[in-house]
């Protein structure tokens, strides 16, 4: 009798660690669903990696129908057995420049989003044999105060307790939950002007990470070599996070901003 294929489900799979992710889950051998809200992102992605085990799905990821539309896809294919929520964006505003509708944007596409997709998820991931995981793409901004990040910083501070508090929950399934917290990735289109060489060099390894190297990650951790992996955040700051005082730039912005 033949195997049930093996699922992966990747939001935001357009970007650029989301295409990463895709690419390496394939190469490890599991058939993808990409999902993504741009269709011409998913496009590009079909014609990079023309794989027969590749499958798109167009959807707004903070919808609780159009996820359950992308995970039903899934389940169509095979056993769910991995699921990533790589969605996420920000604004760069302050406190006081941030309006409400901004607040409750951020915080839908940041944590309601995973939310979603993890309760969406969940009954066939316990369906599923073998290895299991949920990984949730955060940010060292979790733990790095920036003025400029408020409410990202907040919302992925809370998608990281949120994995602790899931992996536990879903332990006696053997269920895993991990979330992954870059530092600055080179070329995801993040803010003119932010990847210089200048910041860079503020990194102890002296560079920004790249994202074949969170894709590599994420492969690693939906892999069976991963399954005593569960309920932590695995930074990937180039050493950032050692430095204990946070993030260089940071320091300067607040410098600069001194009367």
């Known amino acids: 009798m033949t195997q049930p294929s093996r699922i992966a489900l990747v939001t935001a799979a357009g970007g650029g660690i989301g295409s990463a992710a895709v690419q390496h889950l394939l190469t490890s051998g599991l058939a993808v669903v990409a999902v993504d809200r741009d269709a011409a992102a998913l496009e590009a992605l079909q014609a990079c990696l023309p794989a027969a085990a590749l499958h798109t799905f167009t959807g707004d990821t903070t919808s609780e129908a159009e ?3 992308a995970v039903e896809l899934a389940g169509s294919l095979g056993e769910l057995a991995v699921l990533v929520n790589g ?7 302050s406190l006081r420049d941030l309006t409400l509708g901004e607040w409750q944007r951020l915080f839908a596409v940041n944590l309601t989003s995973a939310f979603l997709c993890i309760k969406a998820a969940l009954p066939l991931l316990e369906a599923a044999a073998g290895d299991r995981v949920i990984i949730n793409i955060s940010s060292t901004l979790a733990q790095v105060a ?8 907040a919302f992925k501070a809370g998608l990281e307790q949120m994995t602790r508090a899931l992996a536990l929950e879903v332990a006696p399934q053997r269920i895993r939950a991990v979330a992954i917290a870059p530092g600055p990735v080179a070329a995801t289109g993040g803010e003119a002007g932010f990847e210089t060489d200048e910041n860079a060099r503020l990194n102890p390894l002296g560079r920004f990470a790249r994202v074949d190297e969170i894709g590599a990650l994420i492969a690693f951790l939906a892999s069976p070599a991963a399954s005593y992996i569960t309920g932590t955040i695995m930074r990937v700051d180039g050493g950032d996070s050692a ?3 946070g993030w260089g730039p940071l320091h300067a912005l607040l410098r600069d901003r001194r009367p």
């Open 67 to 69: 996820v359950a539309q």
């Open 87 to 93: 969605v996420g964006s920000t604004c760069g505003s």
């Open 146 to 153: 920036d003025p400029e990040t408020l409410a990202y910083g």
């Open 243 to 245: 430095l204990g005082a």
